[in-house]
């Protein structure tokens, strides 16, 4: 992922084909604060999503069970400055 300053915003698609169970997505390791948001289709917002994950730290966790086939967007915001941080997406 780029270094992002506080407020800046980075997003991710990722198709998922029929029939699958999971979708998780994690962020680790670097430095700063981060928010992820999830959502089907359309941008997520922090208002407005399926899923969310805004701990303290990098390293964040969205899991979707039963994802439909389709278009999710990942979006991952620096509450703070933050480089250095890895993204990894799984579908099972």
């Known amino acids: 992922m780029p270094p992002l300053a506080g407020g800046q915003s980075v997003i991710y698609a990722i ?8 979708l998780e997505v994690t ?3 670097g430095r700063g ?3 992820m948001y999830a959502n089907y289709e359309v941008e997520p917002m922090s208002a407005a999503n399926i899923a969310s994950s805004v701990r303290p730290g990098t390293n964040q966790v969205v899991n979707i069970n039963a994802p439909a086939e389709g278009r999710y967007y ?9 480089a250095g941080v890895l ?6």
């Open 27 to 29: 962020t680790y390791g």
């Open 15 to 22: 198709d998922i084909p029929a029939g699958r169970d999971r």
């Open 87 to 92: 993204v990894r997406a799984r579908i099972f």
């Open 74 to 82: 990942i979006k991952v915001t620096a509450t703070a400055d933050s």
């Open 33 to 35: 604060t981060l928010a």
